[in-house]
């Protein structure tokens, strides 16, 4: 049984920031949105020029994410390190990262620190995490995984679902903390609650192996597919082997077929094996192989809301 471990930042830098702020993908503006978002930007300078910190702080969004005005991570750093100043845990903790990623400034780690540990201090989540983060790879610090679980469990507390997850994870395997399956499921549970698919995936699996807990597929398989129709690679995996194996459900190997399709084709090694080895025993006939297509097809179509 695989198990998603931590969620840690690319390439060990700190993490991003918490769900309030986080960057969205950019979406295409007509020509009357255009206009509007420019207007929108000349007053959000004015207003940020003359002190105003949320406008700072917008502007800098802006500007990092490129909305309504041209991306330039030199502007996104300057408003932010106004707001920064006057101690706004929101634009630290932007700041901060921008250190780490040394986007619109050069990669200093320990400006990041500084900046980050500003914000925590402050009982802000997201750079709560990103300090957990720090320790747990031990970026700009030395590797402490007491100091990464208690900087998480600060996270975690208010509510902050990655950060819940890791918790979680660090007592389930007895990383900087003193393993405790209980606390492990009772944080699972909180992230799963937020519909946070790598805990959904993990408390599915500790319900259906019975660790710490009677095993119980009943409880395991809903949270298990609730993961997997979310687009997790790993659970969609895990439904395939039990669709496969009849495990906790009645065997069927279309269905099988048709979740190791969706796992395959985001890369998991497992559902690849899998198909490679249905196709070669030639499990399924070519009507089945049909359904199975047609099904994945329907199932994808549903992760990405039809479109």
Not at 120 to 137: C, F, K, P, R, V
């Amino acid at each position: 049984m695989r198990r998603i471990i931590m969620t840690l930042a690319a390439a060990a830098l700190l993490a991003s920031a918490a769900p309030a702020f986080a960057v969205q993908d950019a979406v295409a503006l007509t020509d009357q949105q255009r206009a509007r978002e420019t207007m929108d930007i000349g007053v959000l300078t004015q207003k940020a020029a003359s002190g105003d910190v949320r406008a700072q702080v917008r502007l800098g969004d802006d500007y990092y994410v490129g909305n309504g005005v041209g991306q330039d991570y030199a502007q996104a750093f300057h408003w932010y390190e106004k707001a920064a100043r006057t101690g706004d845990p929101e634009a630290q903790t932007e700041l901060g990262l921008m250190y780490a990623k040394g986007q619109g400034v050069a990669k200093d780690y320990a400006q990041a620190l500084n900046w980050t540990r500003k914000a925590a201090d402050q009982g802000y989540a997201g750079a709560q995490y990103n300090l957990g983060i720090a320790y747990d790879t031990g970026v700009a610090v030395d590797h402490d995984s007491a100091a990464a679980f208690g900087w998480y469990l600060k996270a975690a507390q208010q509510g902050y679902d990655i950060a819940q997850f890791n918790v979680a994870n660090m007592y389930e395997l007895g990383d900087g903390v003193t393993q405790d399956y209980a606390q492990a499921m009772s944080w699972y549970q909180k992230a799963a609650d937020q519909d946070y698919a790598p805990a959904q995936y993990n408390l599915g699996n500790m319900y259906l192996a019975g660790e710490g807990v009677t095993a119980d597929p009943a409880k395991a398989l809903p949270l298990i597919s609730a993961s997997a129709k979310q687009g997790f690679p790993l659970a969609q995996s895990r439904m395939a082997a039990l669709y496969y194996q009849g495990q906790g459900v009645a065997q069927d190997k279309v269905e099988a077929y048709a979740w190791a399709l969706l796992a395959a084709d985001a890369g998991d090694g497992d559902a690849q094996a899998l198909l490679a080895a249905m196709d070669s025993a030639h499990e399924l006939n070519d009507d089945q192989h049909a359904q199975a297509a047609r099904a994945a097809d329907q199932l994808a179509q549903a992760l990405t809301g039809g479109a």
